[in-house]
């Protein structure tokens, strides 16, 4: 704010997940600079609920949040610009993400041979023998120290050096070292797409930067497609009800589908609250609600698009989802063409 005139910036200190979705719907661009898949996918999935088709299946213009999004990892790194709707969302291309690597058991427990494994032992196997059960929790210092501690005497066993306290940290919270000029060429790649997008001065990159200078420098833009059937950025999962059916039984439904898994969800429907988990007072003003049928609360209409919010479970991993489902009511006239033939 001080070196451009004219520049407003409105710091917030909170997790992403509390600010309720009508603030991220003020934006008109989102440029992340997140830390891990869980918030990418969770701002992604924020974005993504803004989205509405037409009839056709297109998505409405006014209804797409653009998104920047940048990261790095020691001397590798990637920019992208999403198009909710046009080009792939996060979630379209989740399978860019290979699952972490780990150390086989045998190595820890036999054959140390780096820092790492010593850590690893101390957090892995260590750990559960002395504690039984009880889960690690990365983010309190006092068992971070605890397992630390374990790992110097087993590195000290072994005649291993190099086991410190924030390599400790490094390795159990799967942390790579941050090389400023990475973030520097990766955040610029960034801001340079968000001035696209907002100027309208050039095309963006289509749509997948990845920069790389382990050894020499290489970059290369990589043109992804959407995935059609993709749950957070296309039209939104088809959900049949009669008309009957109350807003609890609905919830209810959303925890037991096979392709949503959310539990414990908040319903809205343009952008009217049917009903709030929380805070406690929005819970309060919307429980009544439970108790109508959907049909009533949507208006009556034949079908109709609603966003679900909740926890979704995959991988025996807790995330917080916000899901776009398409409702249409059994027997009601006006159904569209594919609503009848289903019928039919
Ligand atoms: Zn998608």
Redesign the pocket.
């Given at each position: 704010m001080e070196r451009v005139t004219g520049v407003n910036i409105v710091p917030h200190f909170c997790r992403i997940e509390d600010k309720p979705l009508d603030f991220y719907n003020d934006f008109n661009i989102i440029a992340l600079g997140l830390d891990s898949v869980e918030a990418r996918s969770y701002i992604n999935a924020v974005a993504?609920s803004f989205l509405e088709y037409d009839e056709n299946d297109n998505p409405k213009e006014e209804t797409i949040k653009p998104m920047v999004d940048g990261g790095t990892e020691g001397f590798k790194g990637h920019a992208r610009v999403i198009i909710p709707g046009k080009t792939?969302?996060?979630?379209?291309t989740i399978w860019l993400f290979p699952p972490q690597v780990k150390f086989p058991l045998c190595t820890l427990a036999e054959t140390p041979r780096t820092a790492a494994h010593c850590i690893e032992y101390a957090h892995l196997i260590k750990w559960d023998e002395v504690h039984g059960g009880k889960a690690f929790d990365p983010d309190d210092p006092d068992q971070m120290q605890w397992v630390y501690k374990e790992a110097v005497k087993r590195a000290e066993l072994f005649g291993i050096p190099g086991v410190t306290y924030s390599l400790t940290q490094g390795v159990v919270k799967n942390i790579i070292p941050a090389i400023a000029s990475t973030n520097a060429i990766i955040s610029a790649a960034c801001a340079l797409e968000t001035l696209k997008i907002v100027s309208g001065c050039s095309k963006t990159l289509s749509n997948y930067l990845t920069y790389n200078g382990v050894e020499g420098l290489h970059t290369k833009v990589t043109e992804f497609v959407?995935?059609k059937d993709?749950l957070?950025?296309?039209p939104g999962v088809l959900i049949e009800l009669d008309t009957s059916c109350t807003l609890q039984k609905f919830i209810e439904q959303l925890e037991e589908h096979p392709k949503l898994h959310l539990s414990k969800a908040s319903v809205t429907h343009e952008g009217k609250n049917l009903y709030m988990q929380a805070p406690p007072v929005l819970e309060e003003m919307t429980r009544s609600n439970l108790l109508l049928s959907l049909f009533e609360l949507m208006g009556k209409v034949p079908s109709g698009t609603v966003h679900a919010t909740g926890t979704s479970t995959k991988n025996d991993k807790k995330t917080s989802g916000s899901r776009k489902l398409r409702v249409a009511f059994k027997g009601v006239n006006g159904m569209t063409d594919m609503d009848t033939a289903g019928g039919a």
């Open positions: 993504c792939p969302c996060f979630e379209c959407k995935d993709c957070v950025c296309g």
